[in-house]
């Protein structure tokens, strides 16, 4: 969605208001609905300003989500009852080029900022033409560079281990429009003041709420006093019901400010005196329709009650699912309570029933450095096997997906091919055959410690599988030991670092999920106790640095006198063939399937 510079026209309509703390007995509750992903992108920029404008410093995951469960703790101290929180599952056909645009973006400035330094670099004397310059990365008040990329499913998990779990909802959808069909059926259900819907998307201010009464709050602009003296809320608020004077919505307004010459006077001018032009009207205004989503809400509602819903899956390897999922049959218990506009058409861009189905996988944006491959070539033999079983589940033999992540200096995607049960088995067995050989071999550590080290080896294995220089001592340690980014060489290790991990995060909810369906794919717990975002990257203090320095010396010294003898992948045509493993690699099943992309 979005109407480009719609909030500067449309903010000064906003009305502000003081809520104080209201007695037990004399307060008034309202509906809170939460816009999940505004709310955790806020939360950290807050945080973000506060410590070090940089984002070369690791993110503190568990920071963030205490904080997220404290904000939602110190609403509800004025009169707010949090009835959902609502995140992204999966975004419609028409929001992949939106999608591929950020990501294009996000690329331009890591390859523009590299660009940068290493002209500063080479102008200074002495200069170590690796230096990471972190004030080139945070320009001003606007990060130059994409949020941490585990920072939303790292807010759901922590808000699933907190009172609001039941109240968190990851949609197959977008959450805006889950978050106005939850505040339209609070009206519905009969509340008299209507809810609120806590959120920075403009865009809601302009859906259909289907005659419900609503109100829109910025998050951005939410102050909270809670002292001795004073114990207030500041909230700016949209009604649209009041901004529309009359009229059903202000979706035709909005809709002529598209052009973004016309302000919001102009728009509801023409609109007054029937002098606007609405061609195409109607396709725009089927994606603000409250109402429509108010069904697919329920549907959620019921696989929640029936046990169906599946929380435990992140956003973006969800979306594939669901995808898949839309390519079959429904069982009858699935089909129980769930309404016919839900079944009928793929996000993928197929109808059930046709040959070909294509399903898309976008990975998490990493802070790379642009001038070196893709930092998720590791992990990924581990995620092809995640990638391979979801694809095992669509029916039609033509299936493929489509896997986009940086190439060089644009977003490239890769395609995985179907294959066959028998190779999905010994791809499955394969992949966890070397992991357990690694966490069996850290048998004296415990705990996250165990897993740090354990995926860290793996992601030098596939390093040195891939021909690559194995990084230094001391850019291990600084790694492990949660070291600010000081280098590229430092950036590079600690993003394949994080691929490594989510690589494997990624085969532990397939297969999650894949049991919950009742699908025989078996990994003997091994994944079990793979830590969460959080924890694994803010975890293993049992080890202190002189520990660490202990356990990479002993592994990386082994790992580099194994190098020369370590497989090196064949270069391949541009799309792979679902993880399948050529002779050079069957030694070495982790080592990434190299792209020409150098």
């Known amino acids: 969605m979005g109407i480009l510079n719609f909030w500067t026209r449309i903010k000064q309509y906003g009305a502000r208001r003081v809520i104080p703390q209201p007695g037990a007995e004399s307060s008034q509750i309202t509906p809170a609905i939460i816009d999940g992903p505004a709310l955790a992108h806020n939360v950290f920029e807050t945080l973000r300003y506060k410590a070090n404008r940089s984002v070369v410093t690791q993110c503190n995951y568990a920071e963030v989500g205490h904080e997220v469960v404290e904000w939602l703790d110190k609403l509800a101290l004025h009169g707010y009852d949090i009835q959902g929180i609502f995140f992204d599952g999966a975004l419609p056909d028409h929001k992949k080029q939106t999608r591929n645009d950020r990501m294009q973006a996000s690329i331009d400035k890591l390859v523009t900022s590299r660009n940068a330094q290493d002209l500063i670099n080479k102008s200074t004397q002495g200069s170590d033409s690796d230096q990471l310059n972190a004030n ?22 922590a808000l699933s281990a907190s009172p609001y779990a039941n109240r968190t909802w990851i949609v197959k959808g977008e959450a805006d429009e889950y978050c106005a069909a939850a505040a339209t ?11 609120t819907i806590f959120t920075n998307d403009s865009d809601l201010i302009i859906f259909d709420f289907d005659s419900a009464y609503v109100r829109i709050s910025m998050i951005k602009e939410l ?19 009041v901004l529309a004077k009359g009229f059903k919505s202000l979706l035709p307004m ?15 001018s023409l609109v007054s005196t029937n002098r606007a032009e609405l061609a195409d009207y109607q396709e725009f205004e089927a994606r603000y329709l409250a109402k429509r989503t108010v069904p697919y809400l329920r549907d959620l509602m019921y696989c929640r009650r029936t046990g169906e819903y599946f929380p435990q899956l992140d956003a973006r390897i969800m979306e594939p699912i669901l995808q898949a999922q839309d390519c079959i049959a429904p069982s009858p218990s699935q089909a129980e309570g769930t309404t ?3 079944k009928t058409k793929s996000p993928a861009g197929a109808i059930s029933g046709q040959e070909k189905v294509q399903l898309h996988l976008y ?14 070539r590791v992990g990924e ?12 589940s669509v029916s039609m033999p033509a299936a493929t997906l489509l896997e986009y992540r940086r190439s060089g200096s644009i977003v490239h995607p890769a395609e995985i091919q179907k294959i066959s049960k028998s190779k999905v088995d010994k791809q499955l067995a394969d992949c ?11 048998s004296r550590l415990q705990g996250v410690s165990r897993w740090r080290v354990s995926l860290m080896k793996l992601g030098l294995r596939d390093l040195a599988g891939q021909g690559k220089i194995l990084p230094s001592f001391d850019s291990v340690v600084a790694v492990l030991s949660r070291d600010a980014l000081s280098t590229w060489g430092l950036v590079h290790l600690s993003a394949a670092f994080q691929a490594q991990f989510y690589s494997l995060r990624m085969l532990k909810q397939v297969l999650q999920h894949e049991k919950q369906l009742g699908n025989k794919w078996e990994d003997g717990g091994l994944l079990d106790d793979l830590p969460g975002i959080a924890e694994f990257f803010g975890g293993g203090e049992e080890v202190d640095r002189r520990g660490w320095e202990g356990l990479v010396e002993e592994f990386l010294t082994r790992e580099k006198s194994e190098e020369a003898a370590a497989p090196v992948a064949v270069a391949r045509k541009k799309h792979s063939r679902g993880g399948e493993r050529t002779a050079q690699t069957k030694s070495n099943p982790f080592a990434a399937l190299e792209e020409l992309e150098e």
């Open 363 to 376: 990975l998490p944006t990493l802070f790379e450095d642009p001038a070196k491959g893709s930092a998720w």
């Open 340 to 342: 016919q506009s839900h």
């Open 223 to 241: 102050k909270l006093w809670d002292t001795q003296e004073l114990k207030v809320a500041e909230v700016l608020e949209f009604e649209p019901t």
């Open 432 to 442: 966890l055959s070397i992991l357990r050989a690694y966490i069996q071999d850290e």
């Open 254 to 268: 909005a809709y002529l400010m598209q052009d973004r010459t016309v302000s919001f006077n102009h728009a509801f």
């Open 185 to 195: 059926k609070a009206w519905q259900d009969g509340s008299p003041v209507g809810a």
């Open 381 to 392: 033999f581990s995620r092809r096997t995640a990638e391979v079983l979801i694809l095992n």
């Open 136 to 157: 080139l990365i945070a320009d001003g008040d606007s990060p130059a560079w994409t949020p941490p990329p585990f920072l939303v499913p790292a807010v759901v998990e």
